[in-house]
């Protein structure tokens, strides 16, 4: 088993910055990609970046260029930098991590506010 726990979600204005981490526990030498997605109220949840094992980026459309996903794969770790942020991007940043034999799991998310 593995688990999540995100932080560092906020109240921020928009056009400043965030930084959110999440911290994976347990079994976390299975965990192949590991990233961030996110659920705006009244919408579906959707992706904004991922890390594969293989070191590659995919990224929503939304977020190219303004969000930066790193990941420290010793400590189990996956960070989402956050810039220039829009009233848009409000929304509940969920951390995902999926398993070399393709399970998934979800940490409780944190809930990221930009005002106006």
């Known amino acids: 088993q593995v688990q999540l726990v995100e932080s560092g979600g906020g109240l921020v204005q928009a056009g400043g910055s965030l930084r959110l981490s999440c911290a994976a526990s347990?079994?976390?030498?299975?965990?192949?990609?590991m990233g961030w997605y996110r659920q705006a109220p009244g919408k579906q949840r959707e992706l904004v970046a991922i890390?594969?094992?293989?070191?590659?980026?995919i990224s929503g459309d939304s977020v190219k260029g303004r969000f930066t996903i790193s990941r420290d794969d010793a400590k189990g770790t996956v960070f989402l930098e956050l810039n220039s942020l829009k009233l848009e991007d409000t929304a509940v940043y969920y951390c995902?991590?999926?398993?070399?034999?393709?399970?998934?799991?979800w940490g409780k998310g944190t809930l990221v506010t930009v005002s106006d």
């Open positions: 995902n991590a999926r398993s070399n034999s393709g399970i998934v799991y």
């Open positions: 347990g079994r976390i030498n299975v965990i192949d990609n």
């Open positions: 890390k594969t094992g293989g070191g590659a980026t």
